[in-house]
C-alpha cells in the first residue's frame, strides 16, 4: 500500500510533537535558564501553530506577547537578586 | 541585563530526586487524559449551529469588517472592557508590590553596557516599529491585527529601548497613560446609552469612529502596562533624585 504524506500534515504532526516535548523539557530541566528559553521556543512553535489554525489575530498576539513581553519578564524575574526563604535568613543570623 | 543570569547560575533549582513511580504514574495519567480529549474531538460531531453564520450576518451592523475585531469590540465588547479593567488592576498591584530595585545598588552601577551594535540598530528600528504597529491599529478593522497586537508591538519597542540605556520614561508621567483604557472605554460605554438607551450599545452610524477611538487609546494604555510589568521588574527607581541618570547618547 501507498501512503500520501501531505505536506501540511507533517508540519502538523511535527508542530504537535515539537511543542510536547519543549514544554516536558521545560517543566524537567534543573536549570532555571534552560526552563525558560525552552518556553520561550515553545511560544514560537505556538505561533505556528496557531496560524496553522487560521487565527491570525491570535497569532500575532501571541507571537507578540508570548515570546516577546512574557519570555523578558520570565528571564528579568529569574535575574533578580534571590529572595531568601525564613529559614535560609535564620541560619544566617545564626551563622 | 543578561550578566545577572551568569551569577544566578549557582542558585539552581533542582529536583529533589522525584521517584520513578511518582513519575510513571503522573506520566500516564496526563497521557490518558490527553488520548481521551483527542478522541472526544475526533468523534464530536458539530451539532450546535455555528455561531460563525451569525457573525457574518451583522457584519454590516458592525461598523468594522473584520469579525474578530467586530466580536472583540462590538458584540462582545463588555468581556474586553472587563479585559481591560482586568489588566489596569494588574498593573495596579504590580506598582504596589513589586519594589523597584535598590536605588543606591542602581546608582553604582557606571551603567548598562549598552552594545553600540544595539543602539544602532534601534535607531532604525524602534520608528519602523512604531509605524508597524500603528498600520495594525488601523488595519484591525479590515485584516487581522488590531488594539492588543499593536500595543504589544510598542511594548516591545519600549522594552529594548530599556534595554540599550534609554531610561526616559518616569514613573509619575506613566499614571495618565495606565488609566486612559479604562476609563475611555467606561466613557464611551455610558455616553452611547444616553442615545441608544443601553451601555456599550454603539449607535450604527458612528460605530466605526468609536471603535478606532477606543482602540487607539486602548493600545496606548496596554502598551504603557506591559512596559510597566516590565519596568518595575528591572529598572531602579527615578522617582527619587538621590542619583542623576540621563537618557544616554
Known amino acids: 500500500m501507498t501512503f500520501t504524506i501531505e505536506v501540511e500534515l507533517l508540519l502538523d504532526i511535527v508542530l504537535c510533537i515539537g511543542i510536547f516535548s519543549l514544554a516536558f523539557l521545560s517543566l524537567s530541566t534543573s536549570n532555571i535558564f534552560k526552563a525558560v528559553l525552552f518556553f520561550i521556543c515553545m511560544g514560537l512553535l505556538v505561533t505556528i501553530a496557531w496560524a496553522r489554525l487560521k487565527a491570525w489575530d491570535v497569532a500575532i498576539a501571541e507571537a507578540a506577547i508570548g515570546a516577546g513581553i512574557t519570555g523578558v519578564l520570565l528571564l528579568v524575574t529569574i535575574a533578580r537578586p534571590r529572595i531568601k526563604t525564613l529559614s535560609e535568613e535564620a541560619s544566617n543570623h545564626v551563622s | ?249
Open chain 2, 1 to 249: 541585563m543578561f550578566r545577572n543570569l551568569h551569577s544566578n547560575e549557582k542558585q539552581l533549582i533542582q529536583c529533589d530526586g522525584h521517584s520513578t513511580i511518582r513519575t510513571w504514574v503522573s506520566g500516564s495519567i496526563a497521557v490518558t487524559l490527553y488520548m481521551t480529549l483527542i478522541a472526544g474531538l475526533i468523534s464530536s460531531q458539530t451539532a450546535s449551529p455555528s455561531l460563525k453564520h451569525l457573525v457574518y450576518e451583522s457584519l454590516s451592523l458592525s461598523g468594522v469588517e473584520n469579525p474578530v475585531t467586530a466580536v472583540l469590540l462590538n458584540f462582545r465588547s463588555y468581556d474586553t472592557l472587563l479585559e481591560i479593567a482586568a489588566l489596569f488592576s494588574v498593573v495596579l498591584a504590580v506598582k504596589a508590590c513589586l519594589p523597584k530595585q535598590d536605588t543606591a545598588a542602581a546608582c553604582s552601577q557606571t551603567g548598562i553596557s549598552t552594545s553600540p551594535v544595539l543602539a544602532h540598530v534601534l535607531r532604525a528600528l524602534v520608528p519602523l516599529i512604531i509605524i508597524v504597529s500603528g498600520y495594525l491599529l488601523w488595519t484591525g478593522a479590515y485584516n487581522p491585527g488590531g488594539a492588543f497586537q499593536a500595543a504589544a508591538l510598542i511594548a516591545g519597542a519600549a522594552v529594548l529601548l530599556s534595554l540599550s540605556g534609554y531610561h526616559f520614561l518616569n514613573n509619575n508621567q506613566f499614571r495618565p497613560l495606565l488609566v486612559a483604557g479604562t476609563a475611555v472605554f467606561l466613557l464611551a460605554a455610558v455616553i452611547v446609552s444616553f442615545f441608544t438607551g443601553l451601555i456599550l450599545q454603539y449607535p450604527v452610524s458612528l460605530a466605526a469612529p468609536i471603535i478606532l477611538g477606543i482602540e487607539i487609546v486602548a493600545t496606548v494604555s496596554i502598551a504603557a502596562t506591559l512596559f510597566v510589568f516590565y519596568s518595575q521588574l528591572n529598572e531602579p527607581d527615578h522617582s527619587s533624585s538621590q542619583c542623576h541618570r540621563e537618557a544616554g547618547p
